[in-house]
């Protein structure tokens, strides 16, 4: 069973910052794809940016500029850093792992609130 264990979130100012992580461990397979989705009240769980074994990157068009994922493959984890951010960002956010035989895996989710 994968594990996956998510840190980082809480309560920021509009226009501050939070750095997410998420580390993976448990018995997996070689991990292929990691990232972060997020879900608002009353929305689907929509895609934030996912990162592959080999750093090629993919985000949503209204986080591009503002957010920036990463990961160390050694440590099998991903971090989410999120900058001006926005009310709207508000959310709880997933972590993900899919493994090269296209298993996913999600955390448990870790809130992040953007309010003055």
């Known amino acids: 069973q994968v594990q996956l264990v998510e840190s980082g979130g809480g309560l920021v100012q509009p226009g501050g910052s939070l750095r997410l992580s998420c580390a993976a461990s448990?018995?997996?397979?070689?991990?292929?794809?990691m990232g972060w989705y997020r879900q608002a009240p009353g929305k689907e769980r929509e895609l934030v940016a996912t990162?592959?074994?080999?750093?090629?990157?993919n985000y949503a068009d209204s986080m591009k500029g503002r957010f920036a994922i990463s990961r160390d493959n050694g440590k099998n984890t991903v971090y989410l850093q999120m900058n001006n951010l926005k009310p709207e960002d508000t959310a709880v956010y997933y972590c993900?792992?899919?493994?090269?035989?296209?298993?996913?895996?999600w955390g448990q989710g870790t809130q992040v609130t953007v309010s003055s």
């Open positions: 993900y792992l899919r493994n090269i035989q296209s298993v996913n895996y």
């Open positions: 448990g018995s997996m397979y070689r991990i292929n794809v």
């Open positions: 990162i592959t074994s080999d750093g090629r990157t």
